[in-house]
């Protein structure tokens, strides 16, 4: 059986592993349970499917995020999100992750939303902390709203500038074309040109959203692995808990420390946190 909470157990394992490594690829993660490794790539991970769903879907995508300090890195091209669309990040043309889940003996398109993580390792002064956090942390409005608002103040930027004005339907239809990332992040071949041009999104993390961040979530302690959850009502914190409970027995429970995490903007979260 694979998931996401199986995945976090074969982390608290290893955890001191965490301390010793250089690079966070080179964690001894569980390969057993992965579908896919393609590191640099997105998804760095992706879990392995059951085909009984009933309790655990399984195939959540991984992301691996390493800093010397206790800030995010950068999210190169991929906007971080609660879940992807499977048909849209991974395609059977030239796709070698493709090509590793259906080795994996996966029916791909059997789950077309996944569920998105992202394990985040910070350093600073000898201490480290190490969150397997859902991408909903980080996806506190809808990804079309973020870039087209984006888009929009690089517009309004620029008519304050020239003192122009622009049709509100303009301006609408402006924000309805920047809203998908896929209408300008294609290869775009200008005739006579010698190079082709794509625009690439980068997306850093805020304070507000830096679960590193001491001052703002004073809770993520150093030296702690922490597995971070969204929990919007009392039947996902039942959820959660069960789950929590299938993969780890008592004695291995009492290890941790449980509670809930309020998120600046986007509401509570609930935590697992173990130390080195």
Do not use: W
Not at 42 to 48: C, Q
Not at 90 to 96: F, K, P, V, W, Y
Not at 201 to 207: G, N
Request: net charge positive.
């Amino acid at each position: 059986m694979y998931s996401i909470y199986h995945f976090f157990k074969s982390l608290v394992t290893n955890k001191t592993s965490f301390l010793k490594i250089k690079k966070l690829d080179g964690f001894p993660f569980e390969l057993g349970m992965l579908a896919s490794i393609s590191v640099g790539k997105f998804p760095d991970m992706a879990i392995r499917l059951n085909k009984d769903k009933t309790v655990f879907t399984g195939g959540e995508l991984i992301e691996l995020k390493d800093s010397i300090s206790y800030s995010v890195s950068s999210f190169n091209s991929t906007i971080p999100s609660k879940s992807k669309q499977i048909s849209k990040i991974i395609t059977s043309e030239n796709n070698s992750i493709f090509k590793q889940m259906e080795d994996a003996g996966n029916n791909i398109y059997s789950l077309p939303q996944r569920d998105v993580f992202y394990l985040i390792r910070g350093r600073k002064a000898n201490h480290t902390k190490v969150c397997l956090v859902s991408g909903a942390f980080f996806e506190t409005i809808r990804k079309e709203e973020l870039i087209s608002e984006s888009f929009m103040q690089v517009l309004d930027d620029n008519l304050k500038e020239s003192d122009n004005k622009i049709a509100p339907e303009i301006r609408n239809l402006f924000h309805k074309i920047f809203s998908e990332q896929e209408n300008f992040s294609k290869v775009r071949n200008v005739d006579k040109a010698s190079v082709k041009l794509r625009f690439r999104i980068m997306t850093e993390v805020k304070a507000e959203g830096n679960i590193l961040n001491s001052k703002n979530y004073p809770e993520i302690e150093d030296d702690t692995l922490n597995f971070i959850i969204p929990c919007e009502s009392k039947d996902d914190e039942d959820n959660i808990l069960s789950k929590f409970n299938f993969v780890f027995n008592k004695k291995e429970r009492q290890q941790f420390k449980i509670f809930k995490l309020k998120h600046h903007f986007n509401g509570y979260f609930f935590v697992f946190q173990i130390n080195h």
